[in-house]
């Protein structure tokens, strides 16, 4: 297995990701077109644009192709989605309590140029699940009222019941640091989990609704928490479920959610499953969720790491 790098490839290997990112970064509207136009499941489709959050520059020179092409809703669509991790790059990860005043100017600023961009998408094409699936994840930066937040949600479930960006984008609007509750959070990534076809990665869901409420608690009971065995039986079953049933199928985006089991069942010692999803990611380590785990090391050495303490306790 390769030796991790210090900066982790957000494309996967995946081609027409590297391709995107590359015209992106050179203005090349009729490469970023093709990509966009041949591909149509709203899961390959996200995992681009997820690709591409954070592309400098894109605000730059996309304003031009939208003068240019008015008719178009492809670049109002990227600019939008776009804008959203643009305005959190302005806010930062910290908390509120934390996060200056003109930062918070800057992320509002940000913010309202994406839902500018996604609602004009809307307008014109209601079925257009990326916008939904972005204004889902906005809806905590603008602080969307609750109902509304749901209503976005759901119309993305309506065109694609299943899409994995938007339920990890819906779950932190429930989390208690955002807007709703721990009973709220783990209500929907049981639901969630309940309701995914066999083999599909969306039981993920709950190992992140275990790892956020592991970072609300105080030291010493974070870590104790993950090893309990109620905690433990719901990692395993959601791997089961997911990355570990015999019908998992690969869909996009679906490494950051195996990511997201193997360190919750590592956290949770669960180490003979923990190796066993270490086995299907292989190499495929994603940033998120292993930046928490990173006081003594990037994403990438967390990873490691534990994928050794795994396979040497399985033997």
Not at 82 to 98: D, K, L, T
Not at 292 to 304: D, H, I, N, S
Request: net charge neutral; proline share 6%; charged share 25%.
């Amino acid at each position: 297995m390769w030796p991790f790098a210090a900066k982790i490839d957000p494309t996967l290997g995946d081609p027409r990701a590297r391709a995107l990112l590359t015209a992106l970064r050179t203005a090349d509207r009729a490469t970023v077109r093709e990509i966009f136009t041949a591909t149509t499941d709203p899961d390959e489709r996200a995992f681009l644009m997820v690709a591409a959050d954070d592309v400098p520059g894109v605000q730059d020179w996309i304003g031009q192709w939208i003068a240019d092409e008015p008719e178009s809703t492809l670049p109002v669509l990227i600019r939008g989605c776009h804008a959203v991790s643009w305005a959190w790059e302005a806010r930062g990860s910290r908390r509120a309590n934390v996060t200056s005043k003109s930062s918070f100017q800057e992320f509002f600023r940000r913010l309202r140029i994406a839902e500018n961009c996604l609602d004009e998408v809307i307008e014109r094409d209601p079925d257009e699940v990326l916008a939904w699936t972005w204004l889902t994840t906005s809806a905590r930066g603008r602080q969307i009222p609750a109902e509304q937040a749901a209503a976005r949600f759901r119309e993305v479930t309506k065109r694609a019941p299943f899409l994995l960006h938007a339920h990890e984008q819906r779950l932190q609007y429930l989390c208690r640091k955002w807007f709703g509750s721990h009973q709220e959070m783990f209500a929907f990534a049981r639901e969630a989990t309940a309701s995914a076809p066999a083999g599909h990665p969306l039981p993920g869901v709950l190992a992140s609704a275990h790892i956020e409420y592991w970072l609300d608690l105080p030291a010493g009971q974070d870590d104790t928490y993950m090893t309990t065995p109620a905690v433990r039986a719901d990692l395993i079953a959601a791997a089961e479920k997911s990355v570990l049933h015999p019908d998992f199928v690969k869909v996009a985006g679906w490494a950051t959610r195996a990511n997201t089991l193997a360190m919750a069942l590592h956290m949770g010692q669960e180490f003979a499953h923990a190796a066993r999803v270490f086995d299907v990611i292989g190499d495929n380590v994603t940033e998120w969720p292993w930046f928490y785990r990173t006081l003594f090391g990037g994403p990438a050495r967390k990873f490691a790491q534990a994928r050794r303490d795994a396979y040497r306790a399985r033997g």
